[in-house]
C-alpha cells in the first residue's frame, strides 16, 4: 500500500491526473479511498465519493463496496442496500 501511495502522488503531480483517474476504474476507486482514508492526500467525503462513485459504475466491485459502507455510516441505508444488491 505505501508503494502504491507513492506511485499515486506522482501521478497526481501530473497535468493530466484528472483525465488518468477518470478512464481507470482502477486508479479511480484507489484514489476515492485515498480521500476517503486521508492517505498521502487531504481526507475529502465528497471527492471519495465521486471518485468511488466513478469507479463503482465501471465495474470496481471494491469501490462498490467502499459506497455502500460510506452510504451505511451515513444512514442511508435504502441507498445501501440498492447498492449491494446490484
Same mark, same amino acid.
Do not use: W
Given at each position: 500500500? !505505501? %508503494? +502504491?501511495?507513492? @506511485? +499515486?502522488?506522482? !501521478?497526481?503531480?501530473? /497535468?493530466? *491526473? *484528472?483525465?488518468?483517474? !477518470? &478512464?481507470? /476504474? %482502477? +486508479?479511480?476507486?484507489? %484514489?476515492?479511498?485515498?480521500?476517503?482514508?486521508?492517505?498521502?492526500? &487531504?481526507?475529502?467525503?465528497?471527492?471519495?465519493?465521486?471518485?468511488?462513485?466513478?469507479?463503482?459504475?465501471?465495474?470496481?466491485?471494491?469501490?462498490?463496496? @467502499?459506497?455502500?459502507? %460510506?452510504?451505511?455510516?451515513? @444512514?442511508?441505508?435504502?441507498? &445501501?442496500?440498492? +447498492?449491494? #444488491? #446490484?
Amino acid at each position: 500500500m !505505501i %508503494l +502504491l501511495t507513492l @506511485r +499515486l502522488e506522482k !501521478i497526481t503531480e501530473h /497535468p493530466n *491526473f *484528472f483525465h488518468a483517474y !477518470i &478512464a481507470s /476504474p %482502477l +486508479l479511480s476507486g484507489v %484514489l476515492g479511498i485515498m480521500y476517503l482514508d486521508g492517505a498521502g492526500i &487531504a481526507k475529502s467525503e465528497a471527492n471519495a465519493y465521486e471518485c468511488l462513485k466513478q469507479a463503482a459504475n465501471r465495474g470496481n466491485v471494491y469501490a462498490q463496496g @467502499r459506497l455502500v459502507e %460510506l452510504f451505511y455510516k451515513k @444512514r442511508l441505508f435504502t441507498k &445501501a442496500s440498492d +447498492l449491494a #444488491r #446490484r
